[in-house]
């Protein structure tokens, strides 16, 4: 599967070796993860089943490349109009090919179709992190919905407007919105249409944090994804197995917790972890010492000489 295959997205990697140190892809990120960027600036990054499908094939690629420890999803840097993440459907786009809007279950199927793309979203392996900056209105929302993290820049919109078109947001919005937020907001949202500013998005829990737009908010996604793309990943994988799906049923849960510790134990992460934990190094600040030359101790170790050492994850 080639990257050229992608119309509708901008796709930027990290550097990729082999074991021997070789550089098999240069990489454009400065970190282990990579960005898809929804790349639709003159529609405001409408989704078409092509834009969809299309983020669901990229994300395949990447949960088989150890490269690819961790994923931004976001919409295109490059605006022409207004930012935004993704405005939702393109409602001028066709359905696929052989299915007629005025059948009841051939609409039925249509939506099935979709929601085989989300979920191929929600069921993703690794951290997904969404980049909200600006609109995130419809299937744009959904799509954020299925995410494991959410940032999202002070100007950004959040909101499930189909019902101002006498439709509603069946990508799985109303039952995910409900599960993330609580039912009554989830009703307000989707009875109302009426979008929430990013502050009422991060209050609420639909998103984890907030920066103002520009810099301050790309580099806030810059270091999240650096940090989850250096972290234990199969530790990362068990935890978003279980909130995600083991909440569902409680009982369950625990079960999966019990198995996922047995899968867990088995990984370098796991191993590294441990041995950081109870292996010393020398202060780097006063190279060991205790102390600086004037006399004063160091303020890193405090005059122990020696710190705790940090795990050097490698990822699945």
């Known amino acids: 599967m080639s990257e050229k295959e992608f119309e509708h997205l901008k796709i930027d990697w990290p550097t990729k070796v082999n074991d021997q140190g070789e550089v098999l892809r240069e990489g454009t990120v400065d970190g282990n993860y ?154 307000q949202m989707a009875m109302t249409g009426e979008p929430i500013d990013g502050q009422t998005a991060v209050d609420w829990g639909l998103a984890n944090w907030i920066a103002p737009a520009g810099e301050e908010f790309e580099k806030l996604v810059h270091e999240k994804a650096k940090w989850f793309g250096e972290a234990a990943t199969t530790a990362l994988f068990v935890i978003k197995k279980c909130v995600k799906f083991g909440t569902r049923n409680v009982q369950l849960g625990t079960i999966m917790e019990q198995m996922g510790f047995g899968i867990n134990q088995m990984s370098f992460d796991a191993k590294e972890g441990i041995m950081a934990f109870n292996r010393k190094v020398k202060c780097p600040k006063c190279g060991g010492k205790g102390k600086f030359e004037d006399g004063t101790t160091c303020d890193v170790c405090k005059g122990r000489r020696k710190l705790k050492d940090t795990p050097h994850f490698k990822g699945m």
């Not at 066709?94 to 099935?112: C, D, E, I, Q, T």
């Not at 969404?130 to 744009?140: E, H, K, N, T």
């Open 34 to 187: 990579a960005v898809i960027a929804i790349n639709r600036p003159d529609r405001l990054n409408a989704l078409t089943e092509q834009t969809v499908s299309e983020i669901s094939r990229a994300l395949r690629m990447m949960e088989i490349d150890g490269s690819v420890r961790a994923v931004v999803l976001r919409g295109t840097k490059d605006f022409t109009k207004k930012p935004a993440f993704s405005a939702g459907a393109d409602l001028a786009a066709a359905f696929s090919p052989g299915l007629k809007p005025n059948v009841s279950w051939h609409m039925a199927l249509a939506m099935r179709i979709r929601h085989r793309e989300y979920d191929e979203l929600e069921q993703f392996s690794k951290p997904l992190i969404a980049a909200v900056d600006g609109f995130a209105l419809g299937g744009g929302c959904e799509l954020v919905l299925c995410c494991d993290l959410v940032i999202v820049s002070d100007r950004s919109k959040l909101g499930l407007p189909e019902v101002q078109r006498g439709i509603f947001p069946a990508n799985g919005g109303v039952t995910r919105m409900a599960e993330r937020i609580g039912t009554n907001r989830a009703l």
